[in-house]
């Protein structure tokens, strides 16, 4: 079995506020709102990307291509890029998953709502990455975004954040090609509920202390 890995964090260069970095050994399958990458596709790396809260620009897979040789990355991956510090993810573990998430919520905003019509972006941005000892079926990937995505607002709510997230929000969540795949992942399954609480607490800790 793919063992799930930790992080490497690699310190601000040029074009970077420095990076957090997941490889595998092995192939692995994510289902992903990142901005370079994303989808459901087959990964062998993916990156969260730290920038300036002036962030501006527009050719992520050019800025995403640039991180991937500093850092000697090959094959197919995926990018997240946030404005939060990457150097304070907070990490939670539940039955066989791990999150990640950089958590920044400095401009939160409602997914509907007069207040979310016409908002300027701000940059802030809750970056989640979910690691999965199991496999998912195409449905069950699309259902633990969903499960992960009302984890993510419930902590947010018991901290009294007023918003359902940022404008720039983005989840990964990531199992070995290999596994054996489930059928379900909302929050009354058995893995959906170990995303629901393992993206609760990261998030949750996170929202205590960020900017």
């Known amino acids: 079995m793919t063992e799930l890995v930790n ?36 990964i062998s790396w993916l990156v ?42 907070t990490r939670a573990e539940q039955g066989g998953v791990v999150v990640d998430a950089t958590v920044g919520v400095s401009h939160p905003t409602w997914a509907a709502g007069l207040a979310a019509v016409g908002q300027e972006w701000a940059p802030g941005t809750i970056n989640s990455v979910v690691q999965l000892a199991v496999g998912l079926e195409p449905g069950a990937a699309v259902n633990a975004v969903a499960t ?4 993510k607002v419930q902590a947010l709510a018991e901290r009294g954040i007023p918003g ?9 969540v990531v199992w070995p090609a290999n596994a054996e795949v489930e059928r379900f992942a909302g929050p009354r399954s058995t893995v959906g509920a170990n995303i629901a609480r393992a993206v609760h607490e990261a998030v949750w800790k996170g929202a205590g202390g960020s900017s």
């Open 48 to 89: 969260n990307i730290g920038v300036a809260s002036d962030y501006s620009r527009t050719d992520l897979d050019d800025h995403a291509a640039e991180v991937a040789e500093e850092l000697k990355l090959v094959g197919p991956g995926a990018a997240l890029f946030t404005a939060a510090a990457v150097d304070q993810a």
């Open 148 to 151: 992960a995505t009302e984890a």
């Open 7 to 42: 992080p490497r964090l690699h310190p601000a260069a040029s074009g970077h506020r420095g990076v957090l970095e997941w490889c595998w050994e092995t192939p692995m399958m994510a289902v992903s709102s990142a901005a370079v990458g994303g989808g459901i596709r087959e």
């Open 164 to 172: 359902t997230g940022t404008a720039s929000d983005a989840i990964a």
